[in-house]
């Protein structure tokens, strides 16, 4: 080979090791941009995310707590997440959900537990899980059951702080939280079949609270301590009065304000008079009760002793009642009914679950948030990020949102 030949193929040779080279530069700096375009979407996603948390903040801003509707700000916001928020090249959906229109895991005895659709030993498991003491009820579980397991760790015994966290309980895993319950003898919550019935999930919260006051927003009388003539002050008639007292000093105090209702004679009026006025605590707030303007019927369908009818009546009222009182207007409601449920309920709600969809390019970031009405300011009180990644479907929000509102412009 004369060296015009050699010289060709040395030039040659140079070229390929340089396009490898630069291919493979090429490739490296290609996956870098691509790397660092998502990590830019995924963080773009997540303050969406946060900007919607606020959007949710804004419209609790003004929010009473003395009376919880379906025509409040929060709620004609974005319901079902139906709104997409433009925030400039990026967007959220966002959904306000009154926690009180949830059932609380932290505060549910056993018995409403089964309603919902675990099995009495699950139940008794969660009651075990969250309660103090070392002793197991009959159908639960503690620290002799979860420390031999293979990956042995010891009960809660105190409250649940992630709904995620029963996962850990005795008997409790994915399927039972997140999926129609199939092993359960309770009575369909919802129309349809099987797997049209709500799952733990939907029926769930794990922190409500609501105001205990009266409709004008002043303290509750005590039963307990109440005199005669403070009880005839409220509204009831003499006769009431005086049995009321002398039933507490007779048999004894008041346990719940359902046990006001075994005194004989009362009336509708006086019923009304009982659930707005009446008290067995102090306390300025309660937890657990359901609102009786944000609940669905399936979740009503869950409180034991609920009298077959009576939660449909509810819903129909269409989310207006404007005081506790008016329960005993709807229709199968009786003093038995009251004697049961009057402690169950609320139209008021301090507690929310906003839930956010944040998305840039292709990158979704969905957070949940609790927040609490203190002072008459909303204020979060804990963020967390759902396991699941089908978080607008599991939300049963619709595919596709159906209007548009620009916060901010895109960048051109």
Known sequence: MNRRGLAFVLALLVIVVSVVVLSSVGAAVRAKVVR?????????????ARAGIERALAALANQSVTLTTPNDDWYTLSESGGVKF????ASFRVQIVDACSR???????????????????????????????????????????????????????????????LLLVRGIDAKTLYEPPTNTTAAPLANGSTSDQPTIYDLSTIENRATVQRPDGSARQNVNTATQQQLQAIGLRAQIAAAIIQRRNTVSTYANVGQVFQVAGITNADAKVILDNLTTSNAPTAEGKIDLNTAEEAVLNTIPN?????????????????????LSDVAGVTPTTLRDLADTFTVSSQSFIVRVVGTAGQSKVALE????????????????????????????????????????????
């Open 36 to 48: 660092e375009s998502m990590q830019n979407e995924s963080a773009s996603a997540e303050d969406a």
């Open 86 to 89: 433009t925030v400039g090249n």
């Open 103 to 165: 059932v609380n895991v932290n505060t549910a005895p056993a018995p409403w537990l089964v309603t919902m659709g675990l099995t009495e030993d699950q139940a008794d498991a969660v009651v075990d899980w969250r309660s103090s003491g070392s002793t197991p009820s009959a159908q639960g579980a503690k620290d002799e059951y979860y420390n031999a397991l293979s990956v042995p760790y010891n009960t809660k015994l105190r409250r649940i702080d992630r709904f995620d966290e």
């Open 306 to 326: 609920m009298p077959s009818g009576v939660a449909g009546a509810i819903v129909a009222r269409g989310g207006t009642f404007n005081s506790l009182g008016e």
């Open 369 to 412: 948030a609790t927040v609490m009405i203190n002072n008459g300011q909303p204020q979060v009180t804990k963020i967390s990020r759902p396991w699941f990644t089908d978080a607008e479907q599991r939300w049963g929000w619709l595919q596709e949102t159906s209007s548009t509102t620009v916060l901010l412009e895109a960048a051109r």
